[in-house]
């Protein structure tokens, strides 16, 4: 083949059946947000270069003008237009999207570096209930396109928080959570010397599984305010979540956000026999320059799905 033919590993054309596939559904998760209440936003494949976009290409200018880099992630872009463009419009706002990412490295379960992400956010509510719509409403897209066999998978930083907060040393912090990512039980809880952080993360590592089994046990994690909020607030998600048959909701309190944005209830949404996340999100907070104001939003990967 000609080198001028080929593409960019990562990278492909689309040139089959799976590309009107992925544009109808792509249409029918917009419409559904939209008539759910959600205004549909559009923004630009590029964005000024921060040097927090360690994942996405970078494209040179002049000396003294800024350097520009194609989007890795949608969200981010959400965020800057409700801290600039939307700061004075009366909240909750939400809001939806959709578009093309572009990532300077792909990963074991998600080779590619080129793909759709559809999704939605809601801004300026601290309440459950938007937790509980945006949870909802990301399950329901997923089943209005027809995707079977879903495992919502619930969890949340402030557990695994509790414990960390208890060491302000980054080298011992970096290779307990090094241990912990890497689902070693053993060695993680060989770092913990106080008794009850033990007894907490030895829990945080049993209490994995199908939320049903672990219903009247995750109590355990109940050890200050914060943890006792977190669990009644995943008691409460799982109360309004109705699954359909043969779906089923699992925790992990040892997932650690990739993104490391979410700082509480974060969530994931698995298929069977799909490689990878279907979709994922979670709380986090947009940080202005005096205001600081709580969000909930999810992504849809459309690759997977």
């Known amino acids: 083949m000609d080198n001028k033919s080929l593409i960019p590993e990562g990278f492909k054309d689309h040139v089959d059946f799976n590309t009107n596939v992925e544009h109808e559904y792509k249409n029918k998760i917009i419409d559904f947000f939209i008539s759910n209440g959600f205004d549909l936003v559009k923004t ?19 000396k003294k003008e800024r ?3 194609v989007r890795d992630d949608i969200t981010p872009q959400i965020i800057r237009i409700v801290a600039s463009r939307l700061k004075n419009k009366t909240r909750p706002i939400k809001l939806c999207y959709y578009g093309e990412v572009i ?8 080779p590619e570096r080129q793909f759709l992400q559809v999704g939605s956010e809601i801004i300026g509510s601290k309440s459950l209930l938007a937790d509980i719509e945006i949870i909802t409403l990301a399950y329901n897209s997923l089943k209005k396109i027809g995707i079977k066999n879903i495992s919502l998978e619930l969890t949340s930083k ?22 912990i990512k890497q689902k070693d039980k053993k060695n993680s809880l060989a770092m ?6 033990k007894l907490l993360l030895e829990n945080l590592f049993n ?8 219903r009247n046990k995750i109590n355990i994690l109940a050890v200050s305010e914060n943890t006792k909020n977190e669990v009644k607030n995943i008691k409460e998600i799982a109360k309004n979540i109705n699954l359909k048959k043969n779906d089923q909701l699992v925790l992990d309190f040892t997932e650690f956000d990739k993104k490391k944005y979410h700082d509480g209830i974060k969530f994931t949404f698995f298929a069977k026999n799909v490689r990878g996340e279907v979709a994922s999100g979670g709380r986090y907070k947009i940080k202005g320059n005096a205001t600081e104001e709580s969000v909930v939003g999810f992504t849809c990967f459309m690759d997977t799905v």
Do not use: Y
């Open 158 to 179: 402030i557990f695994l928080d509790e414990i960390f907060s208890k060491f302000n040393n980054n080298q011992f912090l970096n290779k307990l959570k090094t241990l």
């Open 192 to 197: 913990i010397k106080n008794k009850k952080d």
């Open 103 to 110: 990532r300077k490295k792909g990963t074991m379960l998600r």
């Open 44 to 62: 630009p494949l590029l964005e000024f270069f921060e040097n927090n976009n360690i994942n996405s290409f970078i494209i040179e200018t002049k």
């Open 67 to 69: 350097k520009l880099f």
């Open 207 to 214: 209490l994995n599984g199908n939320f049903n089994d672990l």
